[in-house]
């Protein structure tokens, strides 16, 4: 799995859930196979999301993990913020890594897709103590 996802091949998908949808042709087997529950995705187990402005840290179990590049233009910060803010109230964002954008319509197109892994990553506990 690539350690740096680039802008270009990160972006998000409308719907109930935040969604990072990542482009990658490198295999990804660390994330487990994206599947449906009752329409919604189930959840990385182990799994952790840090979301930031200029860029986010997708966190797993050991060594697994990437850096996902955020802001693409300083014209599309407000839209970034809109981002930030529903993972906040979602307490996530649902990942998931597709090898090609044709892939990624929907969550139902992405999970029938064949290959796709990911699902629901919690945001990263904050150590309030730590930030003060």
């Known amino acids: 799995m690539p350690s740096l ?11 109930s859930r935040p969604t990072l949808v990542l482009v990658s042709a490198e295999p990804v087997e660390q994330l487990p196979v994206f599947e449906l529950g009752s ?9 952790q999301l840090v979301a930031g402005l200029a860029v986010s840290v997708v966190d797993g179990p050991g060594e697994a993990g990437f850096l996902v590049d955020g802001l693409v233009s300083p014209d ?4 970034r913020f809109t981002w930030l803010r529903a993972v906040d109230r ?3 964002a649902v990942v998931v890594v597709v090898g090609s954008r044709e892939q990624a319509q929907d969550w139902v197109t992405v ?3 064949g290959g796709v892994r990911g699902g629901f990553v919690p945001l990263a ?4 103590e730590a930030a003060q």
Do not use: Q
């Open 5 to 15: 996802i680039s802008r270009e091949n990160a972006f998000h998908l409308n719907g």
């Open 39 to 47: 329409g919604e995705p189930s959840v990385c187990p182990g799994w």
């Open 76 to 79: 599309r910060v407000e839209e």
């Open 90 to 92: 979602a307490g996530g």
């Open 111 to 113: 999970a029938g897709a």
């Open 125 to 128: 506990e904050r150590d309030e």
